[in-house]
């Protein structure tokens, strides 16, 4: 498994961005696919994930109502689709592939196998 992110840059507060994760080489179908970040001075945290399989969802509180994540299985990629961005979610972005993490192990970083390099995400005005 091979993750590359990209889609990172400078935003306003309120505006939005997608980040991406792709170039998988070869997918699983016991795959799991998710997002963390990590701000400067600061651990790295769960953002969200997705089943690779079911397409089943988890986000955290801070991005619920916020961002979306989905996959699409014929790019072999998953987006992270960041709405109303807020200062504090600047950060580094990671993408993470784990074979098997149950759902209520989503948010859990020792859970994945695999990490991409990160993405800057910086939100100011």
């Known amino acids: 498994v091979q993750l590359q992110a990209s889609g990172g840059g400078l935003v306003q507060p309120g505006g939005s961005l997608r980040l991406s994760c792709g170039d998988l080489g070869r997918t699983f179908n016991t795959l799991v696919l998710g997002w963390f970040r990590q701000a400067p001075g600061k651990e790295r945290e769960f953002v969200a994930a997705?089943?690779?399989?079911?397409?089943?969802?988890y986000l955290a509180d801070s991005a619920d109502g916020r961002f979306i994540i989905s996959r699409d299985k014929a790019k072999n990629t998953v987006y992270l689709q960041m709405n109303s961005l807020k200062p504090e979610d600047t950060a580094v972005y990671y993408c993470a592939a784990s074979r098997r993490a149950r759902y209520s192990d989503f948010p859990d970083s020792r859970e994945y196998d695999y990490w991409g390099q990160g993405t800057q995400v910086t939100v100011s005005s």
């Open positions: 997705v089943s690779w399989t079911t397409g089943s969802t």
